[in-house]
Nanobody, 123 residues
Framework: VQLQAFGGGLVQAGDSLRLSCAAS????????MAWFRQIPGKERDFVAA????????YYAESVQGRFTISRDNAKNTVYLQMYGLKPDDTAVYYC?????????????????WGQGTQVTVSS
């Protein structure tokens, strides 16, 4: 599975932004797709995950109510819609994939990663 993330950019606090992650290769129904983010010098943090088959989802507490993860099976694409962006949301955002049915939050559990896309939120 190859993943390509895009859609990042420079926005102002309060703005919205949508990230996309296009997947190529075989996507099994038992696949979990997720978004993580990382700032320099810090570990990669979990943001959100979604089940490819059931669309069940899970969010980090820090983005609950502001971010929405979704998927379009026909396009093999996962989205992260971000509302009410804050300067603390500034990071490089990565999409990831793993086989399974459990919405896990640990980056070590994910086997496939896309390149990051930078999101910068100015105050």
């Amino acid at each position: 599975v190859q993943l390509q993330a895009f859609g990042g950019g420079l926005v102002q606090a309060g703005d919205s932004l949508r990230l996309s992650c296009a997947a190529s290769g075989r996507i099994d129904s038992d696949t979990i797709m997720a978004w993580f983010r990382q700032i320099p010098g810090k570990e990669r943090d979990f943001v959100a995950a979604i089940s490819w088959s059931t669309a069940n989802y899970y969010y980090a507490e820090s983005v609950q109510g502001r971010f929405t993860i979704s998927r379009d099976n026909a396009k093999n694409t996962v989205y992260l819609q971000m509302y009410g962006l804050k300067p603390d949301d500034t990071a490089v955002y990565y999409c990831a994939a793993r086989s399974g049915v459990v919405l896990v939050t640990m980056q070590e559990e994910y086997d496939f990663w896309g390149q990051g896309t930078q999101v910068t939120v100015s105050s």
